[in-house]
């Protein structure tokens, strides 16, 4: 059991080295998507039920611009790749 947990934590510091296949920029902008995706789950779940779910907008706002300024710099990354980098 120990060594299982030892060996999902090594590959989820491989995330963070230089020589990985992962795209961080999609990692963080899908966390944040999600966040904002449960936060509206949460809004109408509490809105069926009669109160008001009171979180700041600018939270809310914040995770809105982590998500497209990640998912808008790996597209703007993406289109303007030179034939080196490939």
Do not use: H, R, W
């Not at 296949?21 to 899908?30: D, H, P, Q, Y």
């Not at 907008?57 to 914040?62: A, K, L, Q, V």
Request: hydrophobic share 45%; aromatic share 14%.
């Amino acid at each position: 059991m120990l060594n299982y947990i030892k060996k999902k934590l090594m590959k989820f510091s491989s995330i963070f080295k230089d020589e990985n296949t992962i795209n961080e920029k999609n990692v963080v902008g899908f966390a944040s998507f999600a966040i904002m995706a449960l936060f509206a789950t949460a809004d109408i779940i509490t809105g069926f039920s009669g109160k008001d779910l009171p979180v700041q907008e600018f939270i809310y706002n914040s995770f809105v611009i982590i998500t497209l300024g990640c998912f808008g710099i790996d597209g703007i990354t993406k289109i303007f790749k030179t034939k080196k980098e490939e």
